[in-house]
């Protein structure tokens, strides 16, 4: 399985399983961070990404309250990975830090509210003005299945697991927008 890497080369992810997902956002705070009109990543099962390199961490609070972690190479600059302390059986990584085209295509794409409308994008992919909401979760798991079958249980098994961990009264779409947030930060 290909290694991801920042442009330099000095800060690489090596992954041993194929991503749980692979979604687009189109919100601001990715388009700051990216320089791109939207960002693409990739969410893998922390304990099957090995951070090789060394990374500078920058850390910014989401509405909740709670810390997106962003790991960018101090030399070149480019964004690699991060983390949510939301969502801690997750990491993220960039799409583009692959360099590979076949990569697995996207399922869904959010804040559409903020998409270039020059972007189109057809309906292989689930589309949201903003986050999903809890019930979209169902519509978009099926959706996973082709695109990462060995890793769909995982999936599966992990993000209850993730969602409890969040305490009472708090619901599953919160648990899920922050990890989805991740590479996003800031959602005021
Ligand atoms: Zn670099
Ligand atoms: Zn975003």
Redesign the pocket.
């Known amino acids: 399985m290909a290694d991801a890497q920042?442009?330099?080369?000095?800060?690489r992810p090596a992954v041993s399983e194929p991503p749980l997902l692979t979604a687009l956002c189109h919100c601001l705070a990715c388009q700051r961070r990216t320089g791109a009109p939207f960002s693409a990543n990739s969410f893998y099962a922390i304990d099957c990404v090995e951070i090789c390199g060394t990374s500078t961490e920058f850390i910014r609070t989401a509405d909740s309250g709670r810390k997106v972690h962003m790991y960018f190479?101090p030399?070149?600059?480019?964004t690699v990975y991060w983390k949510a302390d939301g969502a801690p059986s997750w990491i993220g990584v960039g799409v583009g830090a692959f360099a590979d085209p076949a990569y697995a295509p996207p399922a869904m794409s959010v804040f559409e509210q903020s998409k270039h409308a020059w972007v189109q994008l057809d309906d292989t992919v689930k589309h949201f003005e903003g986050l999903p909401d809890r019930r979209d979760w169902g519509d978009v798991k099926p959706s996973l299945s082709s695109l990462a079958t060995a890793s769909l249980p995982r999936l599966l098994g992990r993000c209850p697991q993730d969602f409890q961990s969040h305490g009472r009264g708090e619901e599953p779409r919160d648990a899920f927008a922050l990890w989805l947030a991740a590479p996003v930060s800031e959602r005021s």
């Open positions: 920042c442009a330099c080369g000095a800060l190479c030399t070149c600059g480019s």
